[in-house]
């Protein structure tokens, strides 16, 4: 029998209305720059990035995730307009809170400790929490051009992160796969 290994990753997933509305601005990016590869995850905030996980063991990540989460309180998110990493990513801030740093940051060890799963570049890098609207099939010129557009507009939403979600990779798109709760 093989063993069947799928994709995951965990973020945090703003309430439905401000997903509607991110929706809608990676729409735009579709239709007007040919960017349509963020329509294919729900608008999130990245916790801990794709990672192989086996069919098998699902339920000792949810285990973990969960016992995870019970340990944490809901906390303010707050989304303040557009940024970028050039030359091919256009998103949403986030504002860098010490409660969000603490939970990727606490997350990502115990995940590490645990399970053994690890992001090799996340260790290269400081951790800069975004809503992606635009990447990797965005093109460098319609990159320059989005930029220009989108650099200085405004965009502000606040919401209370209430729990972490699994989205599973269907081989098309991510979807939600559970959730997991913060405490009241």
């Known amino acids: 029998m093989s063993k069947t290994s799928r994709l995951y990753f965990i973020a945090l997933l703003p309430p439905q209305d401000i997903q509607d509305r991110v929706t809608e601005i990676k729409q735009y990016f579709a239709d007007n720059y040919q960017s ?3 329509l294919k995850s729900p608008p999130h905030i990245t916790l801990q990035p794709p990672f192989k996980w086996l069919d098998e ?3 000792t990540l949810q285990q973990c ?4 989460a019970a340990e944490r309180s809901p906390f303010p998110i707050t989304l303040s ?3 970028a990493f050039p030359p ?3 998103y949403v801030n986030v504002v860098k809170t010490p409660a969000l740093l603490s939970l990727q940051a606490d997350l990502s060890a115990r995940l590490q400790t645990f399970l053994n ?3 090799p570049s996340s260790q290269q890098r400081p951790y800069s929490p975004h809503v992606t609207v635009a990447y990797k099939d965005l093109t460098k010129p319609n990159f320059k051009a989005a930029w220009l557009e989108f650099k200085e507009r405004s965009l502000q939403f606040e919401f209370t992160a209430s729990h972490l ?3 599973l990779h269907n081989g098309q798109r991510w979807n939600i796969h559970s959730e997991f ?3 009241k």
């Open 165 to 167: 979600t699994l989205l």
């Open 81 to 83: 307009g557009f940024a």
């Open 117 to 119: 799963i690890v992001d």
């Open 36 to 38: 349509r590869a963020a």
């Open 65 to 68: 995730l969960s016992q995870f």
């Open 88 to 90: 091919r990513v256009i």
């Open 181 to 183: 709760d913060f405490p």
């Open 57 to 59: 063991n699902l339920p």
